[in-house]
């Protein structure tokens, strides 16, 4: 399978573990781990020629990241850490590598039914898995984050 296939297709957030426990390791205070384990977000992958971008929406709010494959960049994460990413592709999935005051592993595999998301630092291992929304694709790669205020609703 290649990563094209997945490109404008939504996923919701439906399972989490250690999620918490992640927050922690890297560092993110009590009231921003309690409302971090509140949302359930849906993700897009878009791409627009070379450069792809992640789409992460709760209803509330939209973060995107922006990136190409292969290229080590300067990024301020969702909690305000500044790190280097670099982002590879297997197939369909999507590695994330963040180098910072840890060093931080993200790992997407998508599928049809599912995307799965590992994320590792230190000892920890957190799983979220996001169920594949139908009817809910985004046509055209090139859509922008605003456009995605609805994706709470089937």
């Not at 509140?38 to 929406?57: D, E, F, H, Q």
Request: with cysteine; proline share 1%; aromatic share 10%.
């Amino acid at each position: 399978m290649s990563l094209e296939e997945f490109l404008g297709r939504r996923y919701k957030l439906v399972k989490s573990e250690n999620f918490n426990e992640y927050m922690k390791a890297i560092g993110i205070g009590f009231l921003s781990r309690k409302i971090g384990n509140s949302v359930r977000p849906a993700m897009i992958l878009m791409r627009a020629g070379n450069k792809y971008t992640m789409i992460s929406t709760t209803g509330i709010f939209t973060t995107s990241n922006t990136f190409q494959l292969g290229e080590e960049k300067w990024v301020k994460t969702e909690d305000g850490r500044r790190v280097i990413r670099t982002c590879t592709l297997e197939g369909n999935t999507l590695t994330w590598v963040e180098r910072g005051h840890k060093l931080v592993t993200y790992v997407f595999e998508f599928t049809t039914e599912e995307l799965k998301m590992t994320i590792m630092v230190d000892n920890v291992i957190c799983t979220r898995i996001f169920e594949a929304i139908r009817g809910m694709e985004v046509g055209g790669y090139g859509a922008t984050p605003h456009r995605f205020s609805q994706v709470d609703k089937k």
